[in-house]
């Protein structure tokens, strides 16, 4: 338990420790956004004739939700409990919408593409990495070796960008951007469905190439290590069948040094999800990143990090949390005394 | 299945009038690997018989081919190894019908030449007729598994029945001093070396096979251990009537537990012999220097007399009788003419011309521990 809530804590740390750094760069910078927004400010006034450098202040804070007259630690400090008792992440600029609401519209596009293309990326891996095991050495596994290593040489976002240029724009298989037809009324019908399915097919189909590549030999080395173990060969002598040595020997150990890849992934992903969603023009919370990064937008930046960050560090926590209930050697703090 | 009368071939010598219970019987037994550099022997045309009831210890060192002739008993030989020859199993007639307890179904053959099943046939006859107890017993379970579904999976695999069978690992685990509810709910891991060991002897049991094939049981485990588990196993043959045989390369651990020993050198047996006999005057000269190599507490590292030579390459064994290159006695007949094993006593023999030569060149002295018979 106190693993846990020690784990727990670390987690809180990083995650706070990781926005510190993101809200202080922003102010260090020289150049920054906020004095950019300033400049913007007093020009504006300028023109108008005097300028009211307590006014510019105070519209800078309304806009950017920071005031840069306080110290970095003092305005941390506003920012994080504007999050914690008000639930208050900042207003975009560029939108005229509050951070929370735009992010958290797009998360559920990108949390989407996300999981369907880990989890059919790492489900490809796996097979493949254990048919490559099975026949290994044959003429199946150097086929596979090599395609393999040609779908990891070729960068995701390359990948994309031909996907898209040829499927989308040439043939026209697939729209080219956009989370879901115009045309049909959201909500739970077949077509509204089928159609987000047609719109996110491409970023999913680019996002599992991410993942398959690497996966897959990985799964094939560990899973070679296996086939030669002693306990498989003694399993096989007591006549176990082979479906289960697939299973519950072979497939399930092999997975588990891969388990924690697959989880902080996650985190990867979404962050890989900026360049994704862009190319495709999704617009998940990757994308809303990304324009706001364009455009200055600082308080959906500062959102948009947190988001990212949360999920990271989630995933670590989760991969760390879960990996004792896979493996049972792993098991957190001396549960059980050995004898 | 036409065989030789099992007690002719391998034991000349034998008593006519008593002929003995054969539980397996291996002739001209070789296996061969094809390597670069050519083909690779290392089980040579060997021959043994297993007497039932009995614990027979084949001893060698490493590299000798004895963990290739525990895996023929089985037709366990991995790829790319090919093993050729006959290995025939005698089921107890005493026994009759009332072995029901897996799926092997001997038909009415009263002998069951092991190459010749098939692949289903062979799942059967492993593990309810012959089974294995693996060198390295650490790494023998499934780290991901509890104990019991190491049971239930071996038990299920043979389609016996299960609370009949785990009812036998009781007693077993009770005959192997194990406590069966602490060990059965434990992942691999929390286990110690010697608890994992027995429980993998258990394992082994579990279909109460006749025959239980022991590759380097103890190799992994401390001097104590070792002893504990070399006395449970004499209680364990006698409690469960099992043939044991026991694959070591410690010449002396099992001085005091075998009934016979078979000695290997070079992918062959050199000799064999009732453990009495060979430990206290071995004919053959391989098995004299080993002996004579034993280190003991008694004589100083210097006196330690070790086996000059390096062992034979299994690519390029050497013409003639393979241990002439090391041997003292050895002449220009060594070098030409390989010798078949050949009474030399009642119950000893040894594939040596010279064996009078060897007793008087090689001399050893065994600390009286390791040759008394004091389990």
Same mark, same amino acid.
């Given at each position: 338990?106190?693993?846990?809530?020690?784990?727990?804590?670390?987690?809180?740390?990083?995650?706070?420790?990781?926005?510190?750094?993101?809200?202080?760069?922003?102010?260090?910078?020289?150049?920054?956004?906020?004095?950019?927004?300033?400049?913007?400010?007093?020009?504006?006034?300028?023109?108008?004739?005097?300028?009211?450098?307590?006014?510019?202040?105070?519209?800078?804070?309304?806009?950017?939700?920071?005031?840069?007259?306080?110290?970095?630690?003092?305005?941390?400090?506003?920012?994080?409990?504007?999050?914690?008792?008000?639930?208050?992440?900042?207003?975009?600029?560029?939108?005229?919408?509050?951070?929370?609401?735009?992010?958290?519209?797009?998360?559920?596009?990108?949390?989407?593409?996300?999981?369907?293309?880990?989890?059919?990326?790492?489900?490809?891996?796996?097979?493949?990495?254990?048919?490559?095991?099975?026949?290994?050495?044959?003429?199946?596994?150097?086929?596979?070796?090599?395609?393999?290593?040609?779908?990891?040489?070729?960068?995701?976002?390359?990948?994309?960008?031909?996907?898209?240029?040829?499927?989308?724009?040439?043939?026209?298989?697939?729209?080219?951007?956009?989370?879901?037809?115009?045309?049909?009324?959201?909500?739970?019908?077949?077509?509204?469905?089928?159609?987000?399915?047609?719109?996110?097919?491409?970023?999913?189909?680019?996002?599992?190439?991410?993942?398959?590549?690497?996966?897959?030999?990985?799964?094939?080395?560990?899973?070679?290590?296996?086939?030669?173990?002693?306990?498989?060969?003694?399993?096989?002598?007591?006549?176990?069948?082979?479906?289960?040595?697939?299973?519950?020997?072979?497939?399930?150990?092999?997975?588990?040094?891969?388990?924690?890849?697959?989880?902080?992934?996650?985190?990867?992903?979404?962050?890989?999800?900026?360049?994704?969603?862009?190319?495709?023009?999704?617009?998940?919370?990757?994308?809303?990143?990304?324009?706001?990064?364009?455009?200055?937008?600082?308080?959906?930046?500062?959102?948009?990090?947190?988001?990212?960050?949360?999920?990271?560090?989630?995933?670590?926590?989760?991969?760390?949390?879960?990996?004792?209930?896979?493996?049972?050697?792993?098991?957190?703090?001396?549960?059980?005394?050995?004898? | 299945?036409?065989?030789?009368?099992?007690?002719?071939?391998?034991?000349?010598?034998?008593?006519?009038?008593?002929?003995?219970?054969?539980?397996?019987?291996?002739?001209?037994?070789?296996?061969?690997?094809?390597?670069?550099?050519?083909?690779?022997?290392?089980?040579?045309?060997?021959?043994?018989?297993?007497?039932?009831?009995?614990?027979?210890?084949?001893?060698?060192?490493?590299?000798?081919?004895?963990?290739?002739?525990?895996?023929?008993?089985?037709?366990?030989?991995?790829?790319?190894?090919?093993?050729?020859?006959?290995?025939?199993?005698?089921?107890?007639? @005493? #026994?009759?019908?009332?072995?029901?307890?897996? /799926?092997?179904?001997?038909? +009415?053959?009263?002998?069951? %030449?092991?190459? &010749? $099943?098939?692949?289903?046939?062979?799942?059967?006859?492993?593990?309810?007729?012959?089974?294995?107890?693996?060198?390295?017993?650490?790494?023998?379970?499934?780290?991901?598994?509890?104990?019991?579904?190491?049971?239930?999976?071996?038990?299920?695999?043979?389609?016996?029945?299960?609370?009949?069978?785990?009812?036998?690992?009781?007693?077993?685990?009770?005959?192997?001093?194990?406590?069966?509810?602490?060990?059965?709910?434990?992942?691999?891991?929390?286990?110690?070396?010697?608890?994992?060991?027995?429980?993998?002897?258990?394992?082994?049991?579990?279909?109460?096979?006749?025959?239980?094939?022991?590759?380097?049981?103890? @190799? #992994?485990?401390?001097?104590?251990?070792?002893? /504990?588990?070399?006395?449970? +196993?004499?209680?364990?043959? %006698?409690?469960? &009537? $099992?043939?044991?045989?026991?694959?070591?390369?410690?010449?002396?651990?099992?001085?005091?537990?075998?009934?016979?020993?078979?000695?290997?050198?070079?992918?062959?047996?050199?000799?064999?012999?009732?453990?009495?006999?060979?430990?206290?005057?071995?004919?053959?000269?391989?098995?004299?220097?080993?002996?004579?190599?034993?280190?003991?507490?008694?004589?100083?590292?210097?006196?330690?007399?070790?086996?000059?030579?390096?062992?034979?390459?299994?690519?390029?064994?050497?013409?003639?009788?393979?241990?002439?290159?090391?041997?003292?006695?050895?002449?220009?007949?060594?070098?030409?003419?390989?010798?078949?094993?050949?009474?030399?006593?009642?119950?000893?023999?040894?594939?040596?011309?010279?064996?009078?030569?060897?007793?008087?060149?090689? %001399?050893?002295?065994?600390?009286?521990?390791?040759?008394?018979?004091?389990?």
């Amino acid at each position: 338990m106190r693993y846990y809530v020690r784990r727990i804590a670390q987690s809180v740390f990083t995650l706070l420790s990781g926005l510190f750094l993101t809200y202080a760069l922003y102010r260090l910078i020289p150049g920054s956004p906020l004095k950019a927004i300033m400049a913007n400010l007093i020009a504006q006034q300028q023109r108008r004739g005097e300028v009211d450098t307590e006014q510019v202040a105070r519209m800078a804070e309304q806009m950017t939700g920071i005031n840069p007259d306080e110290p970095i630690i003092v305005g941390f400090f506003n920012y994080v409990s504007g999050i914690v008792l008000r639930g208050d992440f900042g207003t975009s600029i560029l939108y005229q919408d509050p951070v929370f609401d735009i992010l958290f519209r797009a998360m559920p596009w990108s949390i989407f593409l996300s999981v369907y293309g880990i989890m059919l990326g790492f489900t490809a891996s796996i097979l493949v990495g254990v048919l490559m095991a099975w026949h290994e050495g044959s003429k199946l596994d150097s086929g596979l070796t090599v395609l393999v290593l040609s779908v990891n040489a070729i960068p995701y976002y390359v990948g994309a960008i031909v996907m898209l240029s040829l499927l989308a724009f040439q043939w026209g298989l697939f729209p080219t951007g956009g989370r879901a037809p115009r045309a049909v009324a959201p909500g739970f019908n077949v077509q509204f469905m089928l159609g987000i399915l047609h719109h996110g097919a491409l970023p999913i189909l680019s996002t599992f190439l991410l993942g398959f590549g690497a996966g897959s030999l990985g799964m094939r080395a560990n899973t070679v290590r296996i086939v030669g173990s002693d306990y498989l060969r003694s399993a096989r002598l007591r006549g176990v069948s082979s479906n289960r040595i697939l299973t519950r020997y072979l497939t399930r150990n092999a997975i588990l040094p891969l388990y924690t890849g697959l989880v902080v992934g996650i985190g990867a992903l979404f962050a890989s999800n900026v360049i994704t969603e862009y190319i495709f023009q999704y617009q998940g919370a990757g994308w809303f990143l990304f324009e706001s990064v364009v455009n200055q937008d600082y308080p959906l930046i500062m959102g948009s990090f947190l988001f990212f960050g949360t999920v990271t560090v989630l995933g670590i926590l989760l991969a760390d949390l879960t990996y004792g209930l896979i493996d049972p050697r792993a098991e957190t703090g001396a549960t059980r005394d050995t004898f | 299945m036409a065989i030789d009368q099992p007690g002719t071939t391998g034991t000349p010598d034998a008593d006519e009038d008593e002929p003995e219970d054969i539980v397996m019987s291996v002739r001209d037994a070789r296996v061969s690997f094809d390597m670069a550099r050519g083909q690779a022997w290392v089980l040579n045309d060997v021959d043994l018989d297993v007497r039932r009831n009995e614990i027979l210890a084949v001893v060698g060192e490493s590299g000798s081919g004895k963990s290739m002739f525990a895996s023929a008993l089985l037709d366990a030989v991995e790829d790319p190894g090919v093993l050729a020859g006959d290995v025939t199993y005698y089921p107890d007639e @005493a #026994a009759g019908e009332s072995q029901t307890i897996g /799926s092997f179904d001997q038909g +009415l053959d009263d002998s069951v %030449d092991v190459l &010749d $099943l098939d692949s289903d046939e062979l799942q059967a006859f492993r593990w309810e007729k012959v089974s294995m107890v693996f060198q390295g017993a650490m790494n023998s379970f499934n780290p991901t598994m509890k104990i019991k579904a190491h049971f239930h999976e071996t038990i299920q695999a043979h389609n016996a029945v299960l609370e009949e069978r785990m009812d036998h690992v009781r007693k077993l685990f009770d005959a192997l001093y194990i406590d069966f509810d602490r060990v059965m709910t434990s992942y691999p891991h929390e286990l110690s070396g010697g608890i994992k060991q027995r429980t993998l002897i258990a394992l082994a049991l579990v279909l109460e096979p006749e025959v239980l094939v022991m590759d380097e049981p103890t @190799a #992994a485990l401390d001097l104590l251990m070792q002893r /504990s588990i070399i006395s449970m +196993l004499r209680n364990l043959r %006698d409690e469960f &009537d $099992l043939t044991i045989v026991f694959i070591t390369h410690d010449l002396p651990l099992v001085g005091g537990l075998a009934d016979r020993i078979a000695v290997m050198y070079a992918f062959e047996f050199v000799e064999v012999g009732a453990t009495r006999d060979l430990m206290k005057n071995a004919a053959h000269p391989y098995t004299r220097s080993l002996l004579r190599s034993v280190p003991s507490i008694n004589s100083d590292v210097d006196e330690m007399e070790p086996i000059e030579g390096a062992r034979p390459d299994p690519v390029n064994i050497p013409t003639g009788c393979s241990f002439h290159p090391r041997c003292p006695v050895a002449d220009d007949r060594c070098e030409i003419e390989d010798p078949d094993l050949a009474a030399v006593e009642d119950d000893l023999q040894a594939a040596c011309f010279y064996t009078d030569q060897a007793r008087e060149k090689i %001399d050893y002295t065994l600390e009286d521990e390791s040759t008394e018979d004091d389990r």
